[in-house]
């Protein structure tokens, strides 16, 4: 059974940082790239990151870059998002997706064939 789960939200002050997890399971990890959306209240879902498991390459959306940095621990099947200076406008539910090979578009949500629950991060001004 393909499992993703999303860990590590919180409330934190702008400014500050968080670490999100998403643990997989049940596929094989290397052959898929796991990406990172997240949704706010009355908003559509938006890709924020994605790395390939395979060769390590990475996705940005252009609002994180420079204060968010994904990396992959393929010994433990997970995957980390460090979210540095988060500002409120960060605040959302952030869930994890899996994507078999790297997606043509990572910020596609359609690309991806897994998803886990989501995990909420408040930032507060």
């Known amino acids: 059974e393909v499992q993703l789960q999303a860990s590590g939200g919180g409330l934190v002050q702008a400014g500050g940082s968080l670490r999100l997890s998403c643990a997989a399971s049940g596929f094989t990890f290397d052959d898929y790239a796991i990406g990172w959306f997240r949704q706010a209240p009355g908003k559509e879902r938006e890709g924020v990151s994605c790395?390939?498991?395979?060769?390590?390459?990475?996705y940005y959306a252009d609002s994180v870059k420079g204060r968010f940095t994904i990396s992959s621990d393929n010994a433990k099947n997970t995957v980390y998002l460090q979210m540095n200076s988060l500002k409120p406008e960060d605040t959302a539910v952030y869930y994890c997706?899996?994507?078999?090979?790297?997606?043509?578009?990572?910020?596609?949500?359609?690309?991806?064939?897994?998803w886990g629950q989501g995990t909420q991060v408040t930032v507060s001004s």
């Open positions: 790395i390939s498991s395979s060769d390590g390459a990475t």
């Open positions: 997706a899996a994507a078999i090979g790297l997606p043509a578009n990572p910020s596609y949500q359609n690309e991806y064939d897994y």
